[in-house]
């Protein structure tokens, strides 16, 4: 990860606001609320997957709730606004925003091909066959980016507007695909071409925070991990997503289940605080990119 330089700039107004889960999100005053859309989640296929008590009714599990202090010791000030610049990035500064603003939070994840029929065809960028899948599949990874079939091969996005392509039902878009190495790329790969990480990796609208910026996301501190232990609340800008357009944090949770785990915990859609180039989260620039 390369570092990041902080400049302070004027202070702006029109702070995101956000209101109750699947109601309009509110990017600024004065601008339209847009209904509320996210990747990975569906009450639907929570039911199916069997974490919800009745299908009408979300998820409440005994589990350990996210930190809701309030964040007393960020890097920089809630009040600083900050121009956020990816040294060796392509991308020019974003668009300020100040530290502790809230962001639309969505999440998304890496489907698996399940057996059944293949009745759909997935293309690579020359418009050739790459493979058939289930419908079902297909109609998940155009909406992802990414996912494995059942032969165990990583699939991710390669170009949009394919000819050849079906139509995905939830974006009216045509997607190409091509294949991964899964040992490089075991959940997918971001838009800075590197492999994304489960519950690290978030896509961002990199006209507001540049790809590779490191995030602060109190809400997230505290959460009980799948493979033990709890949540620094890091993350790490590391792809894009048609939908992701603004103030909003897109979490890749890497399991539809993950997804609907951290949906109790942290709802999509409420708003979350947002800190770039935090103290706390100094373990991941040091690491290098």
């Avoid at 109601?23 to 609320?33: D, F, I, T």
């Avoid at 121009?83 to 962001?103: D, K, L, M, V, Y």
């Avoid at 800008?237 to 992701?244: L, Y």
């Avoid at 947002?274 to 100094?282: F, H, I, M």
Wanted: overall charge positive.
């Amino acid at each position: 990860m390369r570092p990041l330089t902080l400049a302070l700039v004027a202070c702006l107004s029109g702070a995101a606001c956000a209101t109750a889960a699947g109601q309009a999100w509110v990017q600024g005053e004065g601008e339209p609320a847009r209904e509320a859309e996210h990747r990975g989640w569906s009450e639907t296929r929570g039911a199916r997957a069997g974490f919800l008590g009745q299908e009408s009714a979300p998820v409440r599990t005994p589990l350990a709730p996210p930190d809701t202090t309030p964040a007393s010791a960020p890097a920089s000030s809630a009040e600083e606004v900050v121009s956020i610049t990816a040294q060796g990035s392509a991308a020019g500064p974003a668009a300020a925003f100040r530290n502790g603003e809230r962001f639309r939070n969505t999440y998304y994840d890496f489907p698996k091909e399940d057996a059944g029929p293949k009745d759909a065809t997935i293309y690579d960028a020359s418009c050739k066959p790459l493979t058939n899948v289930t419908q079902d599949f297909h109609d998940r990874v155009c909406v992802q980016g990414s996912g494995r079939l059942s032969t165990g091969e990583t699939v991710s996005f390669a170009k949009r507007d394919c000819t050849c392509a079906a139509v995905c039902p939830r974006t009216s878009q045509k997607i190409c695909f091509e294949r991964l190495d899964p040992a490089r790329f075991p959940t997918g790969r971001g838009a800075l071409g590197k492999p994304i990480t489960p519950l690290r990796s978030v896509a961002v609208d990199s006209s507001v925070i540049p790809l590779g910026t490191v995030l602060f996301i109190p809400e997230f501190k505290g959460v009980n991990l799948p493979e033990g232990g709890r949540h620094d609340g890091c993350f790490v800008a590391e792809d894009r997503g048609m939908k992701v357009v603004g103030r909003q944090i897109d979490v890749f949770t890497g399991d539809p289940a993950a997804t609907i785990r951290l949906n109790a915990l942290v709802p999509s859609n409420r708003g979350v605080r947002v800190y770039a180039d935090d103290a706390r989260c100094r373990s991941l620039v040091a690491r290098g990119p």
